[in-house]
């Protein structure tokens, strides 16, 4: 069974960056698509951005591409979320999640992951 922990969330100004962590378990974590979701109260889980089994291939929603980038270490078992240039609207509960396939179709859709963390939480004032 995988288990998701993240890390480094907290609060930080308009303009500025946070980098998130999550470290995972298993043969899902390590050879799987993996994904950073974020839900903002009152508002709808979203897909933030995914990367492939290789890490070769990485996908971003609109709202982020060119602020954040997504990595992977597999031999750390570590998923990363750098965002730069952060703005009020990324304030949002982030999540890693992870599934067993290794390649990312439908990566946005909340019922492609078997896994998820707790989340950690992102506040940009």
């Known amino acids: 069974q995988v288990q998701l922990v993240e890390s480094g969330g907290g609060s930080a100004q308009a303009g500025g960056s946070l980098r998130l962590s999550c470290v995972g378990s298993?043969?899902?974590?390590?050879?799987?698509?993996l994904a950073w979701f974020r839900q903002a109260p009152g508002k709808a889980r979203e897909g933030v951005a995914g990367i492939d089994g290789g890490g070769d291939r990485t996908y971003y929603a609109g709202s982020v591409k060119g602020r954040f980038t997504i990595s992977r270490d597999t031999a750390k078992n570590r998923l990363y979320l750098q965002m730069d240039a952060l703005k009020p609207e990324d304030t949002a509960m982030y999540y890693c999640?992870?599934?067993?396939?290794?390649?990312?179709?439908?990566?946005?859709?909340?019922?492609?992951?078997?896994?998820w963390g707790q989340g950690t939480q992102v506040t940009v004032s």
């Open positions: 298993g043969n899902t974590f390590s050879r799987g698509c």
């Open positions: 999640v992870a599934r067993a396939l290794s390649w990312c179709s439908k990566w946005r859709a909340t019922t492609s992951y078997d896994a």
